[in-house]
């Protein structure tokens, strides 16, 4: 009985509960998602790169399934590694898997989101938003700020130089 | 007894044979070795620079140089080498006035000279490269590089490549690299070392 009213009252929350942010992170059911940032183009790139930290502080692993933006025609959830000397980049045709309890990182030189087909610049100062789904905790939006083209995080946690 | 004496001569022999043996060895595998670093980047390309130039193994030579292939559609080392080359100039300033840098396309054929130009040109340091598919083919072999299309949902591609800086000293020799993301006091290093010998 107990169980299936925590169940339902979690159902409900799922339901209702819409994300906030709170901190600068983004909450999504079990979810956290934190230091959310993206870079500023180069002239003529026409792919730009999106970067943030989920936490799954759920029982249940969840995956990031798909994100879309109205800024970009396509948005990939990319791998890249290099080898040896060579960058070795790849896409996620089934997503990315949050695991229950841990924090997976999209961040340079690993896990990011790949945005194709820029309908716009991004521009060091401004955002860009950006629609998550992930395949249980659902959809929610991102606002990436956009740092400078080789910044390694976002500015408040970036290493003054 | 004599026998003994025999066998030993012989093995002291065969001994003195595998150190010779080691010897000349490791004689030819660094003389080739340094041979292939030397005649790194020997070859016939024939390139043109954004601006419409020819761009040949010849362009390297009179001014120490760093070297770079990358393409425009590459969402995170491109950006990144071309920003950190521009912060190496940026922290150089006179002592690089002499180094050249080159950003050559892997992805000539969508990267022409018009898309390159404004990629490269916010640097102020930067010269964009590309040609005929064949002859970044040439230039690639030539330097050793890594290049290969990936394809991506939705028919279109990326590309793994060599992320690598290349340091060619005033006669266009290889001289070096600086890894992907090498630490910017090692980079800098690497640069002064080479500017001091051009």
């Not at chain 2, 001994?15 to 080691?22: H, Q």
Request: hydrophobic fraction near 45%.
């Amino acid at each position: 009985m107990n169980r299936v009213l925590r169940t339902a009252l979690a159902a409900a929350i799922l339901i209702v509960t819409p994300a906030f942010a709170h901190n600068g992170v983004v909450h999504l059911g079990p979810l956290n998602i934190s230091v959310p940032f993206t870079r500023a183009t180069l002239p003529n790139a026409p792919v730009g790169g999106g970067f943030f930290t989920v936490e799954n502080t759920g029982t249940e692993a969840d995956r990031l399934v798909s994100a879309s933006s109205s800024v970009a025609k396509d948005i990939q959830i990319h791998s890249m590694a290099m080898e040896g000397d060579v960058m070795k980049m790849r896409e996620l045709p089934d997503g990315l898997e949050i695991p229950a309890g841990e924090t997976v990182v999209l961040s340079p030189g690993g896990f990011h989101l790949m945005f194709m087909g820029l309908n716009q610049a991004f521009v060091e100062g401004e955002t860009v938003t950006v629609t998550l789904t992930f395949e249980k905790a659902g959809t929610v939006d991102v606002v990436l700020p956009v740092m400078t083209s080789a910044a390694d995080a976002p500015a408040a946690s970036e290493h003054a130089h | 007894m004599a026998a003994l004496a025999r066998i030993r001569t012989g093995l002291w022999a065969l001994v003195a044979v595998v150190a010779v043996a080691a010897a000349g060895f490791y004689a030819y595998t660094s003389m080739t070795s340094s041979a292939e670093a030397a005649g790194l980047g020997h070859g016939d390309y024939q390139l043109h620079t954004v601006g419409g130039e020819a761009f040949t193994r010849d362009s390297f030579n009179g001014h120490p140089s760093v070297l770079f292939f990358g393409f425009t559609h590459c969402p995170e080392v491109c950006p990144t080498s071309l920003a950190e080359i521009a912060s190496w100039y940026e922290t150089l300033g006179d002592e690089a006035k002499n180094l050249n840098a080159y950003f050559v396309t892997v992805d000539p054929e969508r990267d022409t000279a018009a898309v390159l130009s404004d990629y490269v040109a916010w640097t102020g340091k930067v010269t964009g490269v590309t040609g005929d598919p064949a002859e970044i083919e040439k230039a690639t072999k030539a330097w050793a590089v890594y290049a290969a299309k990936v394809p991506l949902d939705g028919g279109d591609y990326t590309m793994d490549h060599t992320a690598s800086v290349f340091l060619l000293d005033n006669k266009g020799e290889f001289s070096g690299t600086i890894a992907y993301r090498e630490d910017n006091a090692t980079a800098l290093g690497k640069l002064r070392n080479l500017l001091a010998k051009s």
